[in-house]
């Protein structure tokens, strides 16, 4: 039986993993009051106690913790940016490459990715690796978001609108700097020479998520149409247990109704569409940002780490519209 603590327990992503690992039967979790949350030597007996320590915390917080956790046993799991870009950290998506679960089972620091670049980089990094896209393509993407990626504030600022202020803010762009604080990560593992132009939207539901990535064929090297590059994604994702690549009868039925964001709630699972004609083409990523996107990865990272089936404590899924 392995011993899992969760720093940041009481917390959005912290939650979710707890709900995950319920049904795990492998593991012990160890738990801490919420009124010692915050005191370090309440955290740090956890510390020396656990197999596994996930860190749910905001990126300075992660930073600090780490100052102890680099001297404990404990293989550590972070959930924050502080370390997605740090190159004595594993980054924590196994689908990325086909080294990816390897260097994850071996590491003792892995950090999780966060929810828009999981949805980018399945889309994009095949197609990047695989030469359809050069390095310098001028990468675009959007996406659209339940409000719980922003934390307990914005869950909070959301669900204490009133009706009308809620009609007001049923999509609302962040970041219009364009200084979006996941873009080192997506540059980096999408092997891009420069960051994308990258903006996201919350939406007005609690979680879920689409991320687009608009492709100009002209701009490729060599001819490819929709099918080309979905039958690519396809032929990368064949083997993988939680990535799904939409066939196109199936994209044409569901797009017809629009495509939800929320189809895949409650699961750790991606679909990817490819839609689009001869001179324009759009991927789009489909995926829970508090599954996949966070506590879902987290946990199946945890699996890879301690030798577990992947699949544990994880459902088995099916698209839902």
Request: glycine share 10%.
């Amino acid at each position: 039986m392995k011993k899992i603590f969760v720093d940041g327990q009481h917390g959005t992503t912290g939650i979710k993993i707890f709900d995950r690992l319920k049904n795990h039967g492998g593991i012990e979790i160890i738990e801490i009051p919420e009124q010692d949350k915050k005191k370090p030597i309440e955290k740090e007996k956890r510390f020396a106690q656990a197999d596994i320590v996930i860190l749910c915390l905001p990126d300075e917080a992660s930073r600090d913790a780490m100052k102890t956790l680099k001297n404990v046993k404990a293989k550590v799991i972070d959930t924050s940016t502080a370390f997605r870009v740090d190159t004595e950290w594993v980054y924590g998506m196994p689908e990325l490459d086909k080294n990816s679960r390897e260097k994850i089972r071996g590491a003792k620091w892995v950090s999780n990715p966060g929810c828009y670049p999981t949805g980018l980089l399945l889309a994009l990094a095949p197609l990047v690796k695989s030469g359809v896209l050069p390095r310098d393509y001028p990468v675009t993407s959007y996406a659209i978001t339940g409000y719980s990626g922003g934390g307990k504030n914005m869950i909070s600022e959301f669900e204490s609108y009133g009706e009308k202020r809620r009609e007001e803010v049923c999509s609302r762009p962040k970041n219009l700097d364009l200084k979006h604080k996941h873009l080192p990560e997506m540059k980096k593992y999408a092997h891009l020479k420069e960051n994308p132009l990258f903006v996201p939207i919350v939406g007005n539901f609690y979680n879920g998520m689409l991320v687009f990535l608009p492709l100009h064929p002209a701009l490729l090297q060599g001819k490819f149409s929709p099918d080309d590059i979905r039958e690519i994604l396809a032929g990368r994702y064949e083997k993988e247990p939680f990535i799904s690549v939409v066939s196109k009868e199936e994209t044409e039925v569901i797009s017809s109704g629009f495509i939800s964001p929320t189809g895949l709630n409650g699961t750790n699972r991606v679909e990817i569409f490819v839609t689009g004609h001869e001179e324009q083409i759009l991927v789009i990523s489909r995926l829970d940002n508090l599954g996949k996107g966070a506590s879902g990865a987290a946990v199946q990272n945890m699996n890879i780490m301690l030798g577990f089936d992947e699949n544990e404590g994880l459902e088995e899924p099916g698209i839902k519209g």
